[in-house]
């Protein structure tokens, strides 16, 4: 763990991976804290927590480590909300696995879309099944995708 003060006065916290020749993350360190007011290094609790990122991080780094479930939960957060050094330039925004936050971010939201796109598909089978039984559940169906989509797919008769 380095603390730096730059010209201004402030601080910059930032913490350094355990590596060997064979293994080693893909980051070369993570900066925890970037203008950070040299008073709150006075706080026990604010020191105690860059503590606990240093332990979870070298658990998580180093060759004999055995993280807890909760250190690798507090890197996978390190990693995720804070800039990251990888091959000695500074990231503005994380890297996650290779990609940009924003990237990872809108990978999420079009897979949570699709899913729900599936379940809508599976619902309206179901509800397609059932139309027959029910000439209410028709009119509803028609109502919420429209009949030039139930007259594409040929499922119910327009009238």
């Not at 003060?5 to 925890?32: C, H, M, W």
């Not at 939960?73 to 050094?85: D, G, H, M, P």
């Not at 599936?118 to 509800?127: D, N, P, R, Y």
Request: proline residues 4%.
């Amino acid at each position: 763990m380095l603390y730096e003060r730059d010209d201004s006065g402030f601080v910059i916290v930032s913490i350094y991976p355990a590596n060997t020749d064979n293994r080693k993350p893909i980051e070369s360190s993570i900066t925890l804290d970037i203008w950070l007011d040299p008073i709150k290094l006075n706080d026990k609790s604010f020191l105690k927590k860059h503590w606990n990122d240093l332990m979870a991080y070298m658990e998580n780094t180093s060759l004999d480590g055995n993280p807890t479930f909760l250190q690798r939960q507090r890197v996978s957060y390190l990693r995720t909300f804070k800039n990251l050094v990888v091959d000695n330039k500074w990231c503005c925004f994380p890297i996650i696995g290779g990609a940009y936050l924003l990237e990872y971010i809108s990978f999420l939201i079009i897979a949570h879309s699709c899913i729900i796109s599936l379940s809508f598909v599976q619902l309206l089978f179901k509800c397609l099944q059932l139309s027959r039984y029910s000439p209410k559940l028709i009119v509803i169906l028609r109502a919420l995708c429209g009949n030039l989509y139930f007259q594409y797919l040929n499922f119910l008769p327009l009238g």
